[in-house]
């Protein structure tokens, strides 16, 4: 029987499926409500086609939950970005009208002839790093929006207002200390008396998920947070959106990923790079906010490295970039690291023969740590230093890397 790609197109209220063999012939369409029973309708609709691949647009947005569904019913599922299905819609039609089984059809088209559509795997413990540091910057942004509207309304009862970052500490003896005029001054206090109320609770719920993220990289055994500047909230969103470091080839492909890497606009003989606006932008940020860490701190490898390239002639945000991409190299070797170590404890003590496992893991970690916690900081390269030799007592045997035979003992 021929192999058969099902798009599905997932809404709020609805998802619509359709089926298409392997020349991208329509064998049939359905449309089923968003209820509990979905995942079994759409199974019970495929059933006709026992070698069949889901293609669900945006499995990592809004066709999470079904896409999820499928891969625990034992579905081989795949996540087609939203842009390429429209891409193939356009050059399909080259018209720019569109409904739910038009949106679905090109999903499955992109899927089966593209392989730019990484399978969709069970959530594990990057999903709830993903959750928490979601939270996390969802809290930074509401508490950054209350502490904008007081020092608004803290303009209008003391002169001045306050310059500089607000605490709700601060904010609470300043409202001690305020005399409002009339029933507006009264009013404007009040007002920031709420918001004083808004501020504590966010800093609890904010240290409440910190501790929550804490917890969860620690869980995660990553060593990520060795990177000088890579705390907790920086780790989770890193992890979190990364998920299996496997689907990324190399670093470059992981630089170009989070946004690190420039975009190449060249034509003809001329060659040229730009700065890259594309990628996952929260990644970016979170990078970003490692790299000026490390410029901070005047005693860390990364803020050396910053200087030696302002010292070549480049611009501040030109230092600050290529200091990014160092940290997003430096992320990619961790990450893998991690996927080696992970693998070799799967495998048991010693793996299986040949795996290299006891050889290649003191290569993970160079003698002088790249980018290390606090001090030193980033190392201006990312190959492994040569680790300093072992001192070996006089007239004792050097041992080498393979073994003697028992029968040549003495």
Not at 29 to 52: G, H, Y
Not at 183 to 205: K, P
Not at 348 to 374: T, Y
Request: charged share 20%.
């Amino acid at each position: 029987m021929a192999a058969v790609m099902i798009g599905v197109d997932p809404h709020k209220g609805s998802h619509t499926a359709v089926a298409i063999g392997a020349a991208e012939e329509l064998l049939g369409q359905v449309r089923v409500r968003a209820c509990a029973a979905q995942a079994e309708q759409l199974l019970a609709w495929a059933a006709p086609w026992p070698q069949r691949t889901w293609a669900v647009e945006g499995a990592g947005g809004l066709g999470h939950l079904l896409a999820q569904q499928l891969v625990a019913a034992g579905e081989h599922v795949l996540d087609v970005p939203p842009k390429l299905g429209a891409r193939v819609r356009l050059l399909g039609s080259g018209a720019t009208d569109k409904n739910d089984p038009d949106d679905a059809r090109p999903v499955a088209i992109a899927a089966l002839r593209s392989a730019a559509c990484p399978p969709v795997r069970a959530d594990d413990h990057a999903a709830v790093l993903k959750v928490w540091a979601k939270r996390h910057r969802d809290l930074s942004r509401a508490r950054n929006q209350v502490v904008c509207r007081m020092h608004a309304v803290l303009c209008q009862l003391i002169p001045g207002g306050v310059s500089k970052r607000i605490t709700a500490g601060q904010a609470a003896r300043i409202l001690d200390q305020a005399e409002p005029l009339g029933a507006a001054g009264m009013a404007r206090w009040v007002l920031a008396a709420q918001f004083l109320t808004d501020l504590r609770r966010i800093d609890v719920q904010r240290r409440d998920i910190q501790r929550k993220l804490a917890a969860a990289v620690r869980a995660s055994g990553t060593t990520v947070t060795e990177i000088f500047g890579v705390g907790p909230a920086v780790a989770a969103a890193v992890l979190g959106d990364a998920g299996d470091i496997s689907r990324f080839a190399s670093r470059d492909s992981f630089a170009a990923y989070n946004g690190t890497a420039p975009v190449e606009v060249s034509s003809g003989n001329r060659v040229v790079h730009r700065l890259s606006l594309r990628g996952n932008r929260r990644m970016n940020h979170a990078v970003h906010m490692a790299a000026v860490t490390q410029i901070r701190y005047r005693h860390s490898k990364g803020r050396a490295y910053y200087d030696k390239k302002l010292a070549e002639g480049k611009t501040s945000k030109e230092a600050l970039r290529a200091l990014k991409r160092q940290v997003s190299d430096a992320l990619y070797q961790r990450m893998k690291a991690d996927a080696r170590r992970a693998a070799a404890s799967l495998m048991g003590p010693g793996g299986h023969p040949g795996n290299g496992s006891v050889a290649s893991a003191a290569g993970l970690h160079p003698a002088d740590r790249l980018f290390g916690q606090a001090t030193p900081g980033p190392d201006p390269t990312l190959r492994p230093q040569p680790g300093p030799a072992k001192a070996t007592r006089p007239g004792s045997p050097r041992r080498t890397r393979r073994s003697t035979p028992a029968h040549t003992s003495a």
